[in-house]
């Protein structure tokens, strides 16, 4: 066969078989995204973040590994107590592996946690008011992460765990931590204990007092291994304050 | 002509394990020893999810890596030796010639990726019983229960079977790398050429989607834009198919029919790149 001819047969062939496998690749990405698997969307924004040639070597299938050496950057950043720089590498990170909780659960950690405390105690800031809008801005930040991450992991238990926690102790927001942590019961492998947490922040969430009331109520009546001493102080706390007929109220025993 | 291919398979492998192609796991073994060690001072959540990410990071490099450079040196070396003419002049066909040294490239990576799925597996397996001894020491004064309970945490985050088939992906993905390469060195005039070339597949390879999608979006792209897509997204293979490594460290599962699927599309791949490796090395000039 003439060379001309075996190359216009084996651009054919090329071409056939690249038309003949299109519908199957397609129903195979779909298939794997539906899977949760070929996730992460890498755009121009990650590139800007993480540089051209990390950005070349996520392209080229080693999306992991580049996160993990990011990491691993970040954990030295964390011993410099560089904070913006962790900021800015947590992002990278979280972007390169939208799947992983571990990333997305100790980035908001560092930020809302250690980060805050850092920025609320540091001592080359003098203004109080500077030091406290810092802390803030930390929480803020730290809270960024854990949304964007339940934004990526809908079906996860443990982000909304987490945001319950941090609503709870780092923004005072009882009816969010309740809302946050009943979200996160419903999730699939979600432990019992996240039930209680969210029936034990709403009854601190001013005029849902009857809503946590019936929820406490619910967990009691599941049975004894769930009528802890804290689910009894609440609804005796809750009965007294709903003025719960004495006839309707439950654990009389555990009130005195 | 499954013992003449078996035989020239056997005498690939041993010329590619001459060139000490197995150094590579040396290497490997220390990446992730030594990273095992600095990541000790990481939670064992991170500790985890770090170590599988480097290892099957680095199982997919360092298989991509050999695919393609111990194929492409196969061809040219024996022309360059002239072991090629001895060959052919004995009543071996070309197909059968290429198909050997094909199945002795498989088989090298094919060992490659167990030794280093072995010692991946081997680290793994240690540091998931050195935490499981330390948890066990420090809560010791907690109740069975939610002992049980932490440490079941840590055995299912050290034990993941879909690793198991992570790894067989990049087993395919591999000697697709190395069918598609032993296809370019076919026509190719040395071996860098090939080399080079087979690396601009790769990086292509894993852009393939996006090229078929905005090909195949209803937008406003040029004809000219819209025809070299298509090319692209017809050419060249769709690598990003095989990247599943990435989403199976943070605890995604491939459902078998995906998990088949996607080896169906890998072997579809091999038949078409040897079967043109072997017409393009049938009207080869040697």
Redesign the interface.
């Known amino acids: ?1 003439r ?1 001309a001819a ?1 190359w216009t ?2 651009i054919a ?3 056939i ?3 003949a ?2 519908p ?3 129903s ?2 779909a ?2 995204r539906e ?6 969307a890498l755009n121009i924004e990650l590139r800007e973040q993480i540089g051209q040639l990390a950005y ?1 070597a996520a ?11 990011l ?2 950057e970040a ?1 030295t950043a964390w011993e410099q107590t560089a904070w913006g720089r962790m900021a800015g590498l947590f992002q990278s990170v979280t972007g390169l ?1 939208p ?5 997305w ?2 980035a908001s950690w560092h930020m809302a946690w250690n980060a805050s405390i850092a920025a609320r105690d540091n001592p080359k800031e003098p203004s109080e008011f500077l030091r406290r809008r810092a802390e803030r801005e930390y929480h803020e930040i730290g809270r960024d992460f854990l949304q964007r991450g339940i934004d990526n992991n809908p079906d996860a238990y443990l982000l909304r765990e987490r945001m319950g926690i941090m609503l709870r102790d780092k923004f005072s927001d009882h009816c969010g931590a309740a809302d946050a942590f009943a979200a996160a019961a419903e999730r699939p492998e979600a432990p019992p204990y996240v039930k209680r947490l969210a029936a034990y922040e709403l009854s601190q969430c001013e005029g849902r007092e009857r809503e946590a009331y019936e929820r406490l109520r619910a967990i009691y009546l599941l049975g004894e291994d769930e009528r802890l001493p804290r689910v009894i102080t609440l609804i005796n706390e809750l009965e007294e304050k709903l003025d719960i007929p004495p006839s309707d109220r439950l654990a009389p025993a555990e009130r005195d | 002509m499954i013992r003449r291919t078996t035989a020239i398979a056997a005498v690939t492998w041993t010329e590619l394990v001459r060139l000490k192609v197995f150094y590579f796991l040396v290497i490997f073994a220390l990446l992730i020893i030594g990273n095992s060690f600095f990541l000790a001072r990481f939670s064992f959540e991170e500790e985890f999810q770090m170590l599988k990410d480097i290892a099957l990071g680095a199982m997919s490099i360092f298989s991509s890596l050999l695919a393609i450079l111990a194929t492409a040196t196969l061809l040219p070396k024996d022309m360059e030796d002239r072991t090629i003419y001895t060959i052919l002049a004995k009543p071996v066909s070309r197909v059968e010639y290429l198909l050997g040294k094909l199945a002795g490239v498989f088989l090298l990576l094919t060992l490659a990726v167990l030794l280093m799925g072995a010692v991946f597996a081997v680290v793994l397996t240690l540091r998931t019983q050195t935490l499981l001894h330390q948890a066990s020491v420090e809560m010791a004064g907690l109740p069975a229960g939610e002992l049980q309970t932490a440490l079941e945490k840590i055995r299912s985050a050290g034990r993941d079977p879909n690793l198991l088939a992570g790894g067989a992906v990049i087993l395919v993905k591999s000697w697709l790398l190395a069918a598609m390469t032993m296809f370019i060195s076919t026509f190719a005039t040395s071996t860098i050429f090939t080399t080079i070339t087979a690396f601009a597949v790769y990086f292509i390879g894993h852009l393939q989607a996006t090229a078929r999608e905005y090909w195949q979006a209803a937008d406003g792209t040029g004809f000219f834009s819209k025809s070299a897509l298509a090319v692209v997204a017809l050419i060249f293979p769709d690598l990003q198919a095989f990247n599943l490594v990435d989403d199976i460290v943070t605890g995604a599962a491939i459902p078998p029919a995906i998990f088949w699927k996607t080896l169906a599309l890998g072997a579809g791949y091999i038949a078409v790149y040897t079967a043109l490796a072997a017409a393009v090395f049938h009207h080869k000039e040697l």
């Not at chain 1, 799947?99 to 990333?103: D, G, I, K, T």
């Open positions: 066969m060379r075996l047969v084996v062939a090329l071409l078989f690249g038309a496998r299109l199957f690749e397609k195979l990405e298939a794997h899977a949760g698997l070929r996730s992460a070349a392209l080229s299938g080693f999306r992991s590994l580049v996160a993990a050496f990491w691993i954990h592996q799947r992983s909780l571990v990333y659960d100790l």
